[in-house]
């Protein structure tokens, strides 16, 4: 006959097994997750670390993994709407003031969207971050969208309103203190050389001088010095011929955005009929290049 109790002892040890199996399946599962948590938290560091947020764009952007992506940009906290559209439009005003894109900004109210275009392309922002187009412009406006969504992104103050000039405004060139100098560094080295043969021919003919005289030195100094003056010229209308054709480039760019007629390019789709582009629909047309 089973001693009693030793089969209360059995029955005791079988009922306390499965809840320490329980606890012993459950155990790994909670440490994972701890672990998965501070492993995200490393790799947000890294993220910090490693890409420059004051300064991101299409090259950081292409660069960053899935995985880097989701830890930088946290969807809980993401701006939307038009706060969204007009934090886009803003900075995006900033970067085409500061010539790191070219193209031109129309905030829309009704519906709410952005559409930038340019010469190259357009891009169309709606008030959920979704992104259409093709070309530099979407490159350029890509990063913009995801850092404007971020409530720790502070988008730049004191934005003009239309940094672009009409295209007749558009100035030949920006460096001509720069050729002024150089002209005159050219000029003085014209006189010495000139000074310098005319000394060697008046030593040749025994005008000025005595026998110790080195008239070829003379002869040698003077070229170079009227060679260097003639280089120091051609850099200076070279220069001023390639600011003239930047210039002439730049206003075909503004002509084709349609800064002379409004019309906007081929390639950019028509908005739908509740907004058609129309000066009342928007809150405004800006205009910026780079």
Request: contains cysteine; negative net charge; proline residues 6%.
């Amino acid at each position: 006959m089973a001693d009693p109790d030793s089969t209360a002892s059995s029955d005791d040890e079988r009922g306390t097994a499965p809840e320490e199996a329980i606890s012993a399946e459950t155990a790994p599962g909670e440490g994972a997750t701890e672990d998965a948590d501070l492993d995200t938290e490393e790799l947000r560091k890294q993220v910090e670390e490693k890409y420059d947020f004051d300064d991101f764009g299409p090259a950081d952007m292409a660069e960053m993994t899935a995985e880097e992506w989701d830890v930088a940009f946290d969807e809980e906290t993401w701006i939307t709407g038009d706060d969204l559209l007009d934090r886009v439009a803003q900075d995006l005003r900033s970067r085409v003031a500061n010539r790191d894109v070219f193209a031109r900004i129309e905030r829309h109210r009704d519906p709410p969207r952005v559409l930038a275009y340019s010469d190259e392309g357009y891009a169309i922002v709606y008030p959920d971050g979704s992104l259409e187009g093709e070309g530099t412009v979407m490159r350029d406006v890509k990063p913009t969208v995801a850092l404007c969504s971020m409530d720790s992104y502070d988008v730049p103050e004191n934005v003009p309103d239309r940094p672009l000039p009409e295209p007749e405004a558009v100035p030949e060139g920006g460096g001509e203190l720069g050729n002024r100098m150089l002209q005159a560094v050219a000029g003085v080295q014209l006189l010495a050389g000139l000074a310098l043969l005319g000394s060697g021919v008046l030593a040749a003919t025994g005008i000025i001088g005595n026998a110790g005289t080195s008239i070829a030195l003379l002869i040698v100094a003077g070229l170079a010095f009227v060679g260097v003056s003639l280089v120091l010229f051609f850099t200076v209308a070279n220069a001023r011929l390639s600011d003239t054709f930047r210039a002439e480039e730049y206003r075909d760019r503004l002509r084709a955005i349609g800064l002379e007629d409004g019309e906007r390019p081929d390639f950019v789709p028509e908005l739908d009929p509740q907004n058609t582009g129309e000066q009342t629909d928007r809150e405004d047309a800006d205009e910026a290049g780079g």
